[in-house]
């Protein structure tokens, strides 16, 4: 269970700063991380940054405290909770510092962040919108950790750790050479196999983060489908000279239909009602009847069946079958695990490119000092002068080099561009994510109503699945 406050910094960052990474209280300094600065001189980050805002507020950053449970984390379990909070809540764009202290009766910790943003330069918005998207994260990051959560009844729940994203210059390093079109017919191939239709496939492929236009079928579509990766500036058609005969958007249908068919079975369809039904009783949960009262009341019974018989109707007649109910099941949730590893690779992509785009404004802007400081008569009374921009200077120089950024080509307009483009991707996947879990979640509680309706215990569920694969084996 984590614990969070907030508050904001209006004068002496310096001060917080040192406070949070005192070696006595963060294991001699092992427990403390940044992001966008170091922390000897985030006072100095912080203030390049707040100088680019043309907001006036007096926050110059905010301090976080999340605290945990006595006994209840590990010291580098609780740091990489705070890092994880801070990448979540600041998305790659507020410079930042991480320490965890281990010198009370339980762990916490402490994240200070710049109070104006590295890339569009604009103030932090701290209400209590903002603080319950803070518990928010914070709750969700203690699930994923099989930590308890402060809402109440709220059980922990484990999570698969995300596979490891690709990092924004291995990200640049794909956009060249044709690799990238056999990942493409590879990202094709694998929705071609998950998904249940042709829109399920169309789908599928936008929640592996390419953009695809030319995908209907009709009178005015285009005649080839089109893809591209959003880190890319063309489209590549689907056409059999650029990706071959198999990735036309027609023998893309083809294929699926060709599966669907060797898979489906006969079935008993349910008798349609002549009239239509006035309520979506598939929304509907099953009423337990097996309380007192409706035992004492066969009047009341009488009612809480009928209405069961239709809401196990509804949501039979909207599927078809139990077996095709399933099969959207597993379509819809394959849709939401793709777009959310599709998500994480480009949330990481996003922190990394943030922090060189960061840097790169930093070094340009203060550039100029450098150069007068080479040229200048008397080196020592220019730095008494300039030492902030100096020092700023030099810190974005040597971070640059360490991200393995030539210098003497930077284009931040160029990096400025690769960043919105995989922000608007960004936005996009969590659509499809967002959607994906709803329509998954709506899809199984019809199942869930079936089930319990014809009193399908899970041992009967299981066997059944057993003989439709044995039937479209056959």
Known sequence: MAYTKIHAITATVHKAVDYICNPDKTDEGILISSYGCSPETAAYDFKFALSKTKQSDPNKAYHLIQSFLPGEVSYKEAHQIGVELADKLLEGKYSYVVSTHIDKGHVHNH????????????????????????????????????????????????????????????????RSGSSWKEQLKADIDEAIKNASTYEDCIELIRAKGYEVKGSDFGENAHKFISFRPLDRERFVRGSAKSLGAEYTKERIKERITEKALAKEKKRVPFPTRKKPIVKDYSRKT????????????????????????????????????????????????????????????????????????????QYKTNHIYHVRYKKSKDKDAYLRRHETELILHDGAENMLKRLGIDTKNLDVEKLRSDYNSLYSKKQALQKTYKSAEREAADLNRKLDNLNQYLDRNPEQQAADKKIDKNTQSL
């Open 111 to 174: 994240i200070i962040f710049c109070a104006a943003d590295n890339i569009n330069h604009e103030k932090y918005h701290d209400c209590k919108k903002t603080y319950y998207n803070i518990r928010s994260l914070s709750d969700n990051l203690c699930r994923e950790h099989e930590l308890s959560i402060i809402t109440p009844g709220a059980k922990t729940m484990a999570a698969k750790g995300a596979a490891r994203g690709k990092t924004y210059k291995e990200w640049q390093a794909g």
């Open 286 to 361: 099953l009423i337990d009847t097996t309380e007192d009262k409706f035992a004492q009341s066969p009047g009341l019974k009488h009612w809480a069946d009928i209405q069961n018989l239709k809401i196990a109707a509804a949501s039979y007649s909207q599927a078809g079958s139990i077996a095709e109910l399933e099969n959207q099941i597993s379509a819809k949730s394959t849709l939401a695990k793709t777009a959310r590893e599709s998500l994480v690779e480009t949330e990481r992509q996003l922190k990394d490119l943030g922090q060189i785009l960061k840097y790169a404004e």
